[in-house]
């Protein structure tokens, strides 16, 4: 823990970093080995599982669960709420960062969505429906240009990696290992 840092949460992992100006609110739950970068924000409710990076100036909000092994690049914008009011109180919408996945810097993620295991989502993207597994979105609103590996590396035609020579075939929510 930063000496500038705030924990207020009772359930951090063992070895998870909060750097400096990182806040963690209590009731929000943050895995073993996490990585919290700085003015990151964890609200109450928000769900991080192990060896989560959060980046500097990312906010996880109450109702967003980021699974184990995910990453959310810089400035990376997780919402909540489809009907903001300043004046009504909001029930969270769910939104889930599957395991392994990864958000790229600036890319915005409209809550309720699931974005797959091992999907990609480019910097800049703006994410409006659910991603599958290993996909690799890109633009606004974002769209599938192709798949990618557990390792990060793009799928050739064959659906397989060119640099650690994993398969994969498709199934019901994206692709799964062969």
């Known amino acids: 823990m ?17 750097w400096a100006f990182a806040h963690v609110m209590a009731g929000a739950v943050v ?10 924000f964890v609200e109450d409710g928000a ?3 192990d060896r989560v990076t959060v980046k500097n100036g990312v ?6 669960t980021v699974e184990d092994d995910a990453f959310l690049g810089p400035y990376a914008t997780l919402t909540n709420d489809l009907r903001p009011r ?17 958000v790229g810097a600036n890319a ?3 809550c309720g969505i699931r974005v797959g295991a ?13 991603v599958p597994d290993h996909a690799l979105v890109v633009g606004t609103p974002a769209r599938q240009v192709g798949w990618v590996c557990v390792c990060g590396e793009g799928l ?19 692709l799964r290992a062969s």
């Open 31 to 40: 895995g073993a080995d996490c990585n919290l970068g700085d003015h990151s």
């Open 47 to 49: 769900v991080l599982g």
């Open 118 to 130: 091992y999907a990609f989502v480019a910097a800049g993207a703006v994410v409006t429906s659910d």
């Open 86 to 102: 300043s004046r009504r109180p909001a029930e969270p919408v769910p939104t889930l960062i599957a395991k392994g996945a990864s």
């Open 156 to 174: 050739d035609a064959a659906l397989s990696c060119p640099a650690c020579g994993r398969g994969y075939v498709e199934g019901a929510s994206g």
């Open 2 to 18: 930063h000496p500038l840092g705030l924990c207020e949460s009772t359930r951090v992992g063992d070895r998870t970093r909060v």
């Open 59 to 64: 906010a996880v909000w109450n109702g967003v």
């Open 108 to 110: 915005t993620i409209v």
